[in-house]
C-alpha cells in the first residue's frame, strides 16, 4: 500500500446523492448524468439506506443544492 491522496479529488459533472447505511454518518457519494436518473436512484435505494441529495455539480463547484 502507498501514501494516501493528500490533494482532494475533484468531482465531475452530473448530479450526486449519497448512499448511507441507516444510522452511519459517512456514506458513498454516487453520479448520475441527468436529473431523472439520480431520481430514480434515489427511489431505489431509499428503501434501504439513507439517501442525501448532494445537487447539480459543474466545474468541480455545487450549483444546485435543492434539486426536487
Do not use: F
Not at 491522496?5 to 453520479?31: C, F, M, Q
Amino acid at each position: 500500500m502507498g501514501r494516501p491522496a493528500t490533494k482532494p479529488t475533484e468531482l465531475r459533472d452530473g448530479y450526486y446523492i449519497e448512499i448511507r447505511n441507516r444510522g452511519s454518518k459517512s456514506g458513498v457519494k454516487i453520479r448520475r448524468d441527468t436529473k431523472e436518473q439520480m431520481l430514480m436512484a434515489i427511489k431505489e435505494y431509499e428503501a434501504s439506506k439513507d439517501v442525501v441529495m448532494i445537487g447539480e455539480v459543474k466545474k468541480g463547484k455545487i450549483l444546485d443544492t435543492a434539486v426536487k
